[in-house]
């Protein structure tokens, strides 16, 4: 699809087009300009070649036809102005070439002859408008650079220096310029140190530069060619207004110009296409070839210090290059967050160690931390790296003169030295180093570690080694974990209501059956049989009296006697270990009609297992001896589970739990 443009001056273009030349002329305001321009420099050059006399033509060509190229110049720099894009660099790039326009009038004015110099009032008029232009250049690179890197600036150094000690052995003899007028010269070096300035520029720009900047590059370098042309014509008393220095000069304000189209366009310039990276390094060339011809040859000053102080800044930049080079390989081998060295890092490290020759008796110890996660999630991640540092800095110290390493995440390593007499300490200094608890959380550590040379030979080995027993170590961990915490649990349950206890277990034998009947996975079986040993929990909270009477309970006892699912709730939740039972037991007294609590839940939106916790709990509660009620056959305990189906429990859930009773799958104890 084609996009309509607009260019710097407001005009509406078309379709933009692929065409290389159309996008160099985008608009009809550009290409009215192009043709102005053109045309005037074509009438100019041919005229300069001519040698028109002093005629008429001479006067129109020369004089009105040369001024008004300028006044072209500024009214599009002018117009850049008004259109916002860069006002302040083209306001001054009209003033300043509104100045070398005026140079050039007032020296028709002041002096009729053409073969006569520049007098002092239009040579006051050019220095200004050679100060205006480098304002201008400074404003639009301003705007063109946003980031100043070190190697950057001294490529564009580099650049400078090279170009100007080149350019000023080639135009500048050993003996000096041989005329009276020394101005020619001056401007003449003014014009390459601006030409130095833009390439510097170009090399900011990573040699990237837009195509406003390849043309104010083409700008100078003509202007530069032009004060080439009047130096040697100053030289051998050739000057006369209307040659083609004054051609290429004019030349030079209208191209300035037609670089203000570009401004603030996007697209790569014509340097980067053609040349790319490989240009710093032929600057530097071009230094040494001009250090070399001085040292075969007569060769004026300037160019041999432009040069030499070209070859320092390359010095520099090399310096600055490998010290880059070397701060880069550095943070590939770091961890960003920590310092510690990082995985590749230590695969390095192992690597020279079990490469060696002589190898030192070493420990390879791997290390997960547990409870991280549960932290970073809830006191945030800035929380969770600060503790990652504060781990990394223990660890760095706890294993010292040995190295500690981040392998990503929660990983961590150490490589300790079996050498030295406290290394056993070592791994339990490092151990602990890798333990943090407060309010509300607990991180703790599992590790793996393993003898390199003696039981892994290579590093993959030695990784999957250590790995395997650190993964080991920590589903034991988690296995005690959950046991420690069950056992704590049911003891303080069974020491404060011992027939609560006993039923529970009855309770959790019976739904794991009933759950694998129903088709539960064994993760399923296992998470339904721990929350029905702990569904009654939450039955400390409830006074003594309350449960153990046998009379009814008025709306507030029975207010707190429904409390009991959430108090087990927040109770296992506070319990990683068994946190995920804890939706199971909240829910284990909802009904099937919704006619339960907490919660009113009714139907499939109750957790399958609590609906197995509850049709099971009924069950052993009616077939068990209870002080406020007789105790129910087994017959009449299935049937009351059957009439109450549809109604307080799950009808699938019943029929499973009668055929694991008629075929006796479950065996329960008689009181």
């Known amino acids: 699809m084609s996009e309509a443009t607009t260019d710097t001056i407001g005009i509406a273009t078309g379709p933009r087009q692929s065409n290389f030349a159309l996008e160099l002329l985008p608009s009809r305001g550009v290409r009215l300009f192009a043709v102005v321009a053109m045309a005037g420099i074509g009438v100019h050059a041919i005229g300069a070649v001519a040698d028109l006399g002093d005629g008429t033509v001479h006067q129109l060509v020369y004089d009105w036809l040369y001024c008004s190229l300028y006044a072209v110049a500024v009214a599009a720099c002018l117009a850049h102005a008004r259109a916002g894009q860069g006002r302040a660099a083209w306001l001054t790039a009209a003033a300043g070439v509104s100045f070398w326009g005026g140079a050039e009038v007032l020296f028709r004015v002041l002096e009729p002859d053409p073969h006569a110099w520049y007098p002092w009032a239009s040579q006051a008029l050019l220095a200004i408008a050679f100060t205006l232009a480098y304002l201008t250049l400074v404003l639009l690179a301003r705007a063109r650079v946003r980031r100043f890197d070190t190697v950057q600036v001294l490529d564009g150094a580099v650049a400078a220096f090279s170009t100007t000690a080149v350019a000023s052995l080639l135009l500048f003899p050993a003996g000096g310029v041989d005329t009276d007028q020394k101005l020619p010269g001056v401007f003449l070096l003014a014009a390459l140190m601006g030409l130095a300035f833009v390439l510097a520029v170009h090399a900011l720009a990573g040699w990237r530069p837009d195509r406003l900047w390849d043309l104010v590059t083409l700008a100078i370098a003509i202007n530069a060619l032009g004060d080439v042309l009047l130096v040697h014509a100053g030289a051998h008393g050739d000057f006369r207004r209307g040659s083609l220095a004054d051609t290429l000069f004019v030349s030079s304000a209208l191209l300035l110009a037609f670089a203000g189209f570009y401004a603030g366009r996007g697209g790569r310039g014509l340097l980067a296409r053609a040349f790319g990276l490989p240009l710093p390094l032929g600057f530097a060339a071009a230094a040494i070839s001009v250090l070399v011809l001085a040292g075969v040859g007569e060769v004026s000053t300037l160019p041999v210090v432009l040069a030499g102080i070209a070859l320092v800044v390359t010095l520099a930049r090399l310096a600055v290059a490998l010290r880059l080079v070397e701060r880069s390989r550095l943070q590939a081998m770091t961890d960003g967050l920590t310092g510690l060295g990082n995985r590749r890092k230590l695969i390095q490290d192992l690597s020279q160690e079990l490469s060696t020759p002589e190898p030192r008796p070493l420990t390879l110890a791997l290390f997960d931390l547990d409870g991280f996660k549960a932290y970073n999630d809830t006191f945030g991640h800035p929380s969770g790296d600060a503790l990652l540092a504060l781990f990394a800095d223990r660890l760095a110290r706890a294993v010292a003169p040995g190295r500690a390493y981040r392998m990503g995440g929660d990983e961590f390593c150490a490589l300790l030295d079996d050498s030295r007499p406290d290394a056993s300490e070592a791994?339990?200094?490092?151990?602990?180093?890798?333990?943090?608890?407060?309010?509300?959380?607990?991180?703790?550590?599992?590790?793996?570690?393993?003898?390199?040379?003696?039981?892994?030979?290579?590093?993959?080995?030695?990784?999957?080694?250590?790995?395997?027993?650190?993964?080991?170590?920590?589903?034991?961990?988690?296995?005690?974990?959950?046991?420690?915490?069950?056992?704590?649990?049911?003891?303080?349950?069974?020491?404060?209501?011992?027939?609560?206890?006993?039923?529970?277990?009855?309770?959790?034998?019976?739904?794991?059956?009933?759950?694998?009947?129903?088709?539960?996975?064994?993760?399923?079986?296992?998470?339904?049989?721990?929350?029905?040993?702990?569904?009654?929990?939450?039955?400390?909270?409830?006074?003594?009296?309350?449960?153990?009477?046998?009379?009814?309970?008025?709306?507030?006892?029975?207010?707190?006697?429904?409390?009991?699912?959430?108090?087990?709730?927040?109770?296992?939740?506070?319990?990683?270990?068994?946190?995920?039972?804890?939706?199971?037991?909240?829910?284990?007294?909802?009904?099937?009609?919704?006619?339960?609590?907490?919660?009113?839940?009714?139907?499939?939106?109750?957790?399958?297992?609590?609906?197995?916790?509850?049709?099971?709990?009924?069950?052993?509660?009616?077939?068990?001896?209870?002080?406020?009620?007789?105790?129910?056959?087994?017959?009449?305990a299935l049937a009351e589970l059957h009439r109450r189906a549809g109604e307080q429990f799950d009808p699938a859930v019943v029929d499973a739990l009668s055929e694991e009773v008629a075929t006796e799958r479950v065996a329960f104890e008689e009181d």
């Open 427 to 636: 791994l339990r200094r490092a151990s602990t180093a890798l333990r943090q608890a407060g309010d509300g959380f607990a991180v703790t550590t599992s590790f793996g570690a393993v003898a390199l040379h003696s039981e892994a030979t290579d590093v993959s080995s030695a990784l999957r080694l250590a790995d395997a027993r650190m993964y080991e170590i920590k589903a034991m961990g988690r296995q005690l974990e959950h046991h420690g915490t069950r056992n704590a649990l049911l003891q303080v349950l069974g020491e404060r209501q011992p027939a609560v206890r006993d039923r529970a277990a009855r309770v959790a034998a019976l739904a794991r059956a009933v759950a694998a009947r129903v088709g539960l996975d064994a993760r399923g079986v296992e998470l339904v049989g721990r929350a029905a040993e702990l569904h009654d929990i939450g039955k400390m909270a409830v006074p003594v009296d309350i449960l153990g009477r046998a009379g009814p309970l008025d709306a507030e006892e029975w207010r707190v006697v429904r409390q009991h699912t959430l108090v087990g709730e927040r109770i296992l939740r506070a319990a990683p270990s068994l946190a995920d039972a804890a939706p199971l037991v909240r829910s284990s007294h909802e009904h099937w009609d919704g006619g339960g609590y907490p919660d009113g839940l009714s139907g499939e939106d109750i957790p399958i297992g609590a609906r197995i916790i509850a049709s099971c709990d009924a069950y052993v509660a009616m077939t068990s001896a209870r002080q406020y009620a007789g105790r129910h056959s087994v017959e009449a």
